[in-house]
């Protein structure tokens, strides 16, 4: 496993834009986002495959989010656009040690301490 620490979050205005950094600590493959809103199950948003030519998004974020990496760096990023009241969350990075993308979580077996983003209407 490596260890993997997220920054980035924070407070915005409805429409306003954030940048999501997850630093690991060693070399990654597959890589992801999830997040949990208070209440509610976490649930997946953007997914990378190790060499970043495959992607997978959410419904709900697709063509406002995008995720992307660094393996020069072991970071992975994920690109918030046009932020909604509804994006409000704790946002976790994660990783996986395949090729593929995957995105439900039990496939992901490191896990970051996450970071809030609060999105204001």
């Known amino acids: 496993q490596v260890q993997l620490v997220e920054s980035g979050g924070g407070l915005v205005q409805a429409g306003g834009s954030l940048r999501l950094s997850c630093a690991a600590s060693?070399?990654?493959?597959?890589m992801g986002w999830f997040r949990q809103a208070p209440g509610k199950e976490r649930e997946f948003v953007a997914a990378i495959s190790w060499t970043g030519g495959s992607t997978s998004y959410a419904d709900s974020v697709k063509g406002r989010f995008t995720i992307s990496r660094d393996n020069a760096k072991n970071t992975v990023y994920l690109q918030m656009n046009s932020l909604k009241p509804e994006d409000t969350a704790v946002y976790y990075c994660?990783?996986?040690?395949?090729?593929?993308?995957?995105?439900?979580?039990?496939?992901?077996?490191?896990w970051g301490q996450g970071t809030q983003v609060t999105v204001s209407s």
């Open positions: 994660a990783a996986h040690r395949s090729f593929n993308v995957f995105v439900t979580p039990e496939f992901y077996d490191s």
């Open positions: 060693g070399r990654t493959y597959g």
